[in-house]
């Protein structure tokens, strides 16, 4: 019933910046909580940042200061603000969301199909 398009990775030196979008389509009545996790080769995916209905955030202490989530609810699209890159942050990054339906308070996860990041000189 949603689909979430992922764009906006790619290769960047150590020290620069990227802005991760994921934009949903389809049936949406409402979103609620939007999130980025990423996942590195041979390491457990994690969450990286969050960002509830009400606009209020939380992010992983590794990227602190470094990343700022955001969203723009007329394009039902959330953003990842990625500075200050290290090579540690190299990983497939994705985008996920719960939504709810009309006619119901259940909420269903939904996943984007990754985009991958490097950051390497």
């Known amino acids: ?3 979430l398009a992922e764009s906006g990775g790619g290769l ?3 020290g620069g910046s990227l802005t991760l979008s994921c934009a949903a389509s389809g049936s949406i009545f409402s979103i609620e909580t939007m999130r980025w ?4 080769p041979g390491k457990q995916r994690e969450l990286v940042a969050a960002i509830t209905s009400d606009y209020s955030t939380n992010s992983a ?6 990343f700022t989530i ?5 394009k039902n699209t959330v953003y990842l ?4 890159l290290k090579p540690e942050d190299t990983a497939v990054y994705y985008c996920n969301l719960d939504h709810r339906p009309w006619g119901t308070t259940r909420t269903f996860a939904y996943w984007g199909q990754g985009t991958q990041v490097i950051v390497s000189s």
């Open 1 to 3: 019933q949603v689909r």
């Open 12 to 14: 960047v030196q150590p």
């Open 37 to 40: 996790y990423r996942q590195a």
């Open 61 to 66: 202490d590794s990227v602190k200061g470094r």
């Open 70 to 74: 955001s969203r723009d609810n007329a």
């Open 81 to 84: 603000h990625m500075n200050s």
